[in-house]
């Protein structure tokens, strides 16, 4: 098929739930990518954080073809072995007590939300079991995570949404203290929101909340679908906040391209979900987790995550030392990051960069967002900090 076919076929056979970019994808290598039309573009999305070891990995294709030719999916009725590795390795690292694999992030948060609601039954009963998140948070598309993200324009058209939810402004700890009444079994956040507009919380703030969560026995979730597993430079960002979540949740970047969430639980909370409570057909499936396995191998070492670091150091640096009045800001930490710009002419970048050859996502109302697969290198890096030099200078 062209890319023209396939556009219009797009537009005739798909729910047209998408604004899409103008762009059929082909394929790709390490964070280059190419179209249909064999126009080479530097990666700075990863598939919105998902592509953590880019594109072609020889790793991952070769764990997951090895996989799938062995056992492509047993279900969650039997035991396999990638699922259990997966599960060690992140329970290992981050001295929780076990973890629940689903397929993505929306499915992670409901599982935490689940799972926050019936500790709270367990233990007190009735009543108490609204969840605090923030204003500007994303937690999902189901209708239980739409109503858990903080932002007015998600909560419409689907009535009636999931009840139990308050909301507090960001770096605000009265104002979460205050929406945290004698209902409240949880607090969810993300360390740094995402779609929000890459908005980083401030560590005195994250740890008011979790000091106040734990003197009233609260569980504090961290949604850490877009920043962890080695996105922000260390495998979770809730790390560099030195706090100790009850419930971490994760997505996007685990799978390295294929469909796997989790809900990690403190071992105070670890075994709320008994047998019967939950459950996801495909959660943990075996080739998914074999990908995930060789994506956490690479991102749980320090010297990687050290360069994840250092490589969006040297991005915020160069972006930074534009001479241009176009870049406001440049927030974020490691490889998660928000050149902030004027909202009216962000989407005129957008569209320079994307003929210049390189791909950026946005979010918020000011944010050109880069999530570049961890791998990318300085070569990939500096291609794209020159077409944007000649977008944000000209
Ligand atoms: C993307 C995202 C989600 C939803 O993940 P899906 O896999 O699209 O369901 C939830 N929370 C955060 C913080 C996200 O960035």
Known sequence: MTAEEI???DSEYIMHTYGRFDIVLDHGKGATLWDADGKKYVDLTSGIGVNSLGHGNPAIVNAVTKQAEKLMHASNLYYTEPMVSAAEKLVTATGMGKIFFANSGAEANEGAIKLARKYSFDKYG??????VTLIQSFHGRTVTTLKATGQEKFHQYFFPFTEGFAYAKA???A?????ADKTCCAVMMEMIQGEGGVLPLNKEFVQGVAKFCKENDILLIVDEVQTGIGRCGSLFAYEQYGI???????AKGLGGGLPIGGVLAAKSCADVMGPGTHGSTFGGNPVSAASANVVLDTVMKP???KEVEEKGAYIKEKVLGFHSPAVKNVRGMGLMLGIIVDPEKRAGYVAKLMEKGVLVLTAGTDAIRLLPPLVITYEEIDQALEAMKGVFES
């Open 171 to 173: 770096n605000d700890l």
């Open 303 to 305: 010297e990687f995550l």
């Open 175 to 179: 104002d979460v203290t205050a929406k």
């Open 244 to 250: 100790a979540p009850d419930i971490v949740t994760m």
């Open 7 to 9: 556009k219009k076929k």
């Open 126 to 131: 009735e009543g108490r079991n609204t969840i």
